[in-house]
C-alpha cells in the first residue's frame, strides 16, 4: 500500500487532455507544497515532470502542468502524444524523517 | 549532462546483505544529496535514504536499522547496503539526485534501475 493514491490507469485519444490525481493526506501533500511528478518508460530511467507542485524543469513541454488542492495534487497532460504513454508517479516531501512518499503510479495509454 | 548507473549482484541470499553502488558521470558528487529508492514488483517507489557529499545521512525510519548508505567524492560513486534482507526487499532498485531548496524534496537524475531478486 503506497502513502499517496493514485489511480492505476487513465486513458486517452491524441489532442485530448488529462488529469492525474494524486490524494496524500495533511501530513504530506495537504501540509507541503511539495510535490513531485515522475514519468517513467519501461526499463528507462524515471523522469522529472513537474517539482514544488507546479514548476516544470528546464526542456519538459509546457504541455504538463501541475497543481494541488487540499490534500489532492493533479498532473494535467494537454495535447495528448503517443510518446506521453508511460507510467506517472507522484511524491510528496512528508517531513523531515521520512522525507518523501511516493503514489503508486498511473499507467497512461493513449488510445 | 549527469547520469547515473547502478552496479551490484542481481541475486542475494535471505539473511545476507545487498550491496549496490552508484557511479555518477558527467558531475561532480559534491554539494549534492544522493538517495536510493526501490520498486517491488507490481508496488510503488518507496525512498530508502540519501546520503550528503559531506558524509551526513537520513533513512526512511521502516528501513533504519538494516540500512548504510556511504559515499566516496574520490570515485564519484555511492553505496547502498542493506542488512538482513528477505524476499521483501526483492525490488529494481534505482540511485537518484535529490535536490530542491530546503528541504530538498525531488530526484531531478534517476539511474536506470537494477533488479536485484532475494532467493535461496
Known amino acids: 500500500q503506497s502513502a499517496l493514491t493514485q489511480p492505476a490507469s487513465v486513458s486517452g485519444s491524441p489532442g485530448q487532455s488529462i488529469t492525474l490525481s494524486c490524494t496524500g493526506t495533511?501530513?504530506?501533500?495537504?501540509?507541503?507544497?511539495?510535490v513531485s511528478w515522475y514519468q517513467h518508460h519501461p526499463g528507462k530511467a524515471p523522469k522529472l515532470m513537474i517539482y514544488e507542485v507546479n514548476n516544470r524543469p528546464s526542456g519538459i513541454s509546457s504541455r504538463f502542468s501541475g497543481s494541488k488542492s487540499g490534500n489532492t495534487a493533479s498532473l494535467t497532460i494537454s495535447g495528448l502524444q503517443a510518446e506521453d504513454e508511460a507510467d506517472y508517479y507522484c511524491s510528496s516531501y512528508a517531513g523531515s524523517s521520512t522525507l518523501v512518499v511516493f503514489g503508486g503510479g498511473t499507467k497512461l495509454t493513449v488510445l | 549532462q549527469v547520469q547515473l548507473q547502478e552496479s551490484g549482484p542481481g541475486l542475494v541470499r535471505p539473511s545476507e546483505t545487498l550491496s549496490l553502488t552508484c557511479t555518477v558521470s558527467?558531475?561532480?558528487?559534491?554539494?549534492?544529496?544522493w538517495s536510493w529508492i526501490r520498486q517491488p514488483p507490481g508496488k510503488g517507489l518507496e525512498w530508502i535514504g540519501y546520503v550528503y557529499s559531506s558524509g551526513s545521512t537520513n533513512y526512511n525510519p521502516s528501513l533504519k536499522s538494516r540500512v548504510t548508505i556511504s559515499i566516496d567524492t574520490s570515485k564519484n560513486q555511492f553505496s547502498l547496503n542493506l542488512r538482513s534482507v528477505t524476499v521483501a526487499d526483492t525490488a529494481v532498485y534505482y540511485c537518484?539526485?535529490?535536490?530542491?531548496?530546503?528541504?530538498?524534496?525531488?530526484?531531478?537524475?534517476w539511474g536506470q534501475g537494477t533488479l536485484v531478486a532475494v532467493s535461496s
Open positions: 558527467g558531475g561532480s558528487i559534491s554539494t549534492y544529496y
Open positions: 537518484a539526485r535529490l535536490v530542491g531548496a530546503a528541504p530538498p524534496s525531488y530526484f531531478n537524475c
Open positions: 495533511s501530513s504530506d501533500v495537504g501540509t507541503y507544497n511539495y
